[in-house]
C-alpha cells in the first residue's frame, strides 16, 4: 500500500555536505510525524530527527547544529541537510513515518530501506 524510499546517500569527505530525501509514495490519507535513523557499522540503529506534523523538530545531540530535517506535505517528502559531515556520521539512513492509508485511517508505521552514506577523513 504505501512506500517510503530514501535518495541522495554517497560518499563525501569530511566537513562535505549531503542531502537526503525520503519520499512516500502509496495510497496516502495523512502523515504525522516523519524521522531519521541511522545505523553505524556494529552498532544499533539511533534516531537522527524528529519533526512532526506540526514541523516541531528533535534531534540527537551528536548532529545537533549539523542537520536540518524539514517537510514539503505537499509532496509527502521529508528531508534532512547533512553539513559539516564527520566520518562518524557514515551509516545507512533510514526514513521512518507515522502514515494513515487514504482507504483506512488507521495509523501505521512505515520504514524505507535506507541509504548509504560514507564520510571520509
Known amino acids: 500500500q504505501v512506500q517510503l524510499r530514501e535518495s541522495g546517500g554517497g560518499n563525501v569527505q569530511a566537513a562535505g555536505s549531503l542531502m537526503l530525501s525520503c519520499a512516500a509514495s502509496g495510497s496516502i490519507g495523512s502523515i504525522n510525524a516523519m524521522r531519521w535513523y541511522r545505523q553505524a557499522p556494529g552498532k544499533q540503529r539511533e534516531l537522527v530527527a524528529v519533526?512532526?506534523?506540526?514541523?516541531?523538530?528533535n534531534y540527537a545531540d551528536s548532529v545537533k547544529g549539523r542537520f536540518t530535517i524539514s517537510r514539503d506535505n505537499a509532496k509527502n517528502t521529508v528531508y534532512l541537510q547533512m553539513n559539516s559531515l564527520k566520518p562518524e556520521d557514515t551509516a545507512v539512513y533510514y526514513c521512518?513515518?507515522?502514515?494513515?492509508?487514504?482507504?483506512?485511517?488507521?495509523?501505521?508505521?512505515?520504514w524505507g530501506q535506507g541509504t548509504q552514506v560514507t564520510v571520509s577523513s
Open positions: 521512518n513515518a507515522d502514515i494513515a492509508g487514504a482507504w483506512d485511517s488507521a495509523i501505521r508505521r512505515y
Open positions: 519533526i512532526t506534523s506540526g514541523g516541531s523538530t
